[in-house]
DNA sequence: ATTTTTTTTAATCATTTGTTTAAATTATTT
DNA sequence: AAATAATTTAAACAAATGATTAAAAAAAAT
């Protein structure tokens, strides 16, 4: 009866554990989710689930932990890079994650459904997020309102702005493909499409703003 | 034993049962909320529970299909009202989802949710959502986008921005709050913001587009 | 080859959970 | 007031569910 510390061994089931328990966690939620389901989608058996990951919520916790990751490396990744002006850092982060969400669909709401859950968990984890209001490109974009470069508007509406545009539309697409009858494959050209659009949508709306400042 | 047909009687219980189910699923989802939740939460009998509802997963589809008739009644009105311009639908689309959101503010994930899950669920039951596509409202932006007084975007990129803008900061509330620093009430006060904003922003989206088809 | 350790399995446990039952209570009708 | 119907309650059931156990099988170490 040798329990064994996570880390060191075989990836082979462990692996298929986490997969299956990724591609379930994410589409149908913690609770919705029965270990046994995971078990049978990783074609393992129901012990091992907590041999390896000693319990349903600590897998989770694990699963959550490296979806998080991957939704907020991007934004660290742009937030805190040095080089380049607004509007190219905008560009690279658009495009990134409209690939993300591609290759991971059901990413956005998950992450969003556990953070409107448990908002207070989320930060602790990810000391990233605290550190994206001090991030050089929010100094960037604070400095050049102020410099009136770029017109006055609270932060707080660009960074929504700039994610409500990013992210909604896969939130939202069977909703919004069952309202315009596009496809599949439709949508996802269209979301192609919007990694050049949403970098002039994010211009021209702070342009807009430049009436109220000039007024 | 004497059962009862739902409509006819008392609404004190079955109204508490109703307005904790609501509460309950809206905020956890309905595979977290345990009956005996709903229960102590509306201050009844478990059993009463079963004796008006039959079961919690009826009781859900009535929590579901009144969530997305709030949810959609607004659409529909504005857009199948056949008076007035685009712009001023727009803003009185705007204005009335932020004021329903901000008295209901987890009843856009709520709704994203079970769309998510059960694509095909949903439509079946709501027409309404059929018949956005084929809606005055869209006809006269197609109109307007053909004739030239509006630049040419493919139809659900207006849709989706437009509900992008407005659903997207209620969905990321807790997140927008913890990056920007922002309080509970000053975070409501940007979204009463947002009603005179984003018919300006969608405006302006609108406009960038003019480049390309004029060039 | 033997021993030891690690991994896998089938069976079982203890709770939880949705639902039902039968009796008690309350309200309504006659 | 008596009879009938509707509502409420406490108790219980059956199935589902997360977790554990002890033994078997496989792999690694000696």
Known sequence: MAKKIIETKDPSTEEKIKSAAQLLFTKKGFAAVKTRDIAEAAGINLALLNYYFRSKEKLFNIIMEESLLKFIKGVADQFNNNTGDIAEKIEKL?????????????????????????????????????????????????????????????????????????????????????ITGVSQKQYHELMQERKKMIPKWIKAILKTNSKIKSR
């Open 94 to 178: 658009v495009s990134s994650y409209i690939d993300l969400f591609s290759r991971y669909p059901d990413l956005p709401l998950f992450i969003l459904n556990e953070i409107h859950q448990h908002p207070d968990k989320f930060p602790a984890k990810i000391e990233t997020v605290a550190g994206i209001a001090r991030s050089s490109f929010v100094k960037q974009i604070r400095d050049a309102m102020k410099s009136g470069s770029v017109p006055e508007l609270h932060i707080l509406h660009f960074i929504a702005n700039l994610m409500s545009l990013i992210i909604f539309p896969f939130i939202a697409s069977p909703m919004l493909m069952k």
